[in-house]
């Protein structure tokens, strides 16, 4: 196809062609990109006709790409990538006057803790952003990027893809948080004699904790396992259960003057909260103010971003 052909094409059709590669069902799509189902049908219908090819072929509840769809994507992905840097790079970002959406994936502890204050700062500088937070892990935050569902991610990581950035935002130093409040730090025996309260996104009753204690020769005994930190309070009201949660996360569930958070009695490895983010996103000005934001807001020190 020669350049003058590229005028019969259509940018939207194309976004919708990505997002239909990734998603792989129409719904999803439409509810992806903010559109209605028979105008994500209409787009598909003209994508065929333009590129001479079925493209999708309904498999149950998915649409499986066929392998013109594979070639084609692989050569689309990066140059929608290319031309989203060239837009945003004639474009200054205003935070006071923008209207703009950001996709934020952030883990339960870091929703909890640490984005009430850094909402309400965010909303006085930029006023008419929107903001959709959605909970990451360190096993899904590459996915998520991949699919374009966030654009920054903070959590704790692991392994990332090729072209995503790392940024260190603070050390976590894991406490313990209990309901006898008042009372002095617990000794490592009564740490381990007392039930616990597991938080695991994979629903595992030990976790680094355990392996910490292993490693010191002794054990505890975990009684309860959640998939999130946000229902630790009223699950501990009222019992002697303990939970082993990062510190920024029980100070401010011991804020309220019910729980008591103490450091860990017992040698403890100290972890990291990471800001990632696709190297594409590097120079686009509204991206770049919201990193900056989230590290000068949720991190240790001014952000250099």
């Known amino acids: 196809m020669n350049r003058n052909e590229l005028r019969k094409a259509d940018i939207n059709m194309m976004v919708v062609f990505e997002a239909l590669m990734q998603e792989r069902n129409v719904t999803r799509v439409a509810e992806k990109l903010h559109l209605g189902q028979s105008t994500i049908s209409s787009m598909l219908s003209r994508m065929r006709i333009f590129l001479n ?13 066929t392998s013109r769809a594979e070639q084609i994507y692989q050569h689309l992905l990066p140059a929608l990538d290319g031309l989203s840097i060239a837009l ?6 205003e935070p006071a006057i923008s209207t703009m959406q950001f996709r934020i994936g952030l883990s339960d502890d870091v929703e909890l803790a640490l984005l009430p204050p850094v909402l ?3 909303r006085e500088e930029a006023p008419g952003i929107v903001i959709i937070v959605q909970h990451v ?7 998520f990027l991949a699919k374009g569902e966030i654009t920054v991610g903070i959590t704790q990581t692991r392994e990332l893809p090729a072209n995503a950035k790392r940024k260190r935002l603070r050390e976590i130093y894991p406490k313990v948080l209990r309901t006898d409040v008042g009372n002095p730090p617990l000794t490592l025996d009564e740490y381990c004699s007392r039930p616990h309260v597991l938080v695991s996104h994979t629903a595992h009753t030990s976790g680094m904790v355990d392996d910490w204690l292993e490693r010191a020769g002794k054990q505890r005994r975990v009684v309860l396992s959640v998939p ?30 019910q729980l008591q958070c103490d450091p860990l009695p017992f040698e403890a490895q100290v972890l990291e909260l990471d800001m ?29 971003a």
């Open 53 to 65: 090819d079925p493209l999708f072929v309904r498999v149950g509840h998915r649409m499986e790409p």
């Open 137 to 143: 892990d360190y096993w899904r935050i590459p996915d």
């Open 120 to 122: 309400k700062a965010l």
């Open 88 to 93: 945003s790079r004639t474009q200054e970002f």
């Open 228 to 257: 999130q930190f946000s229902v630790l309070p009223s699950l501990l009201a009222g019992t002697d259960m303990l939970a082993s949660l990062p510190d920024y996360a029980a100070e401010a569930m011991a804020a309220s003057g």
């Open 276 to 304: 990632v983010w696709l190297s594409v996103l590097d120079n686009d000005p509204a991206e770049r103010w919201l990193r900056r934001r989230l590290e000068a807001l949720m991190g240790k020190g001014n952000a250099q």
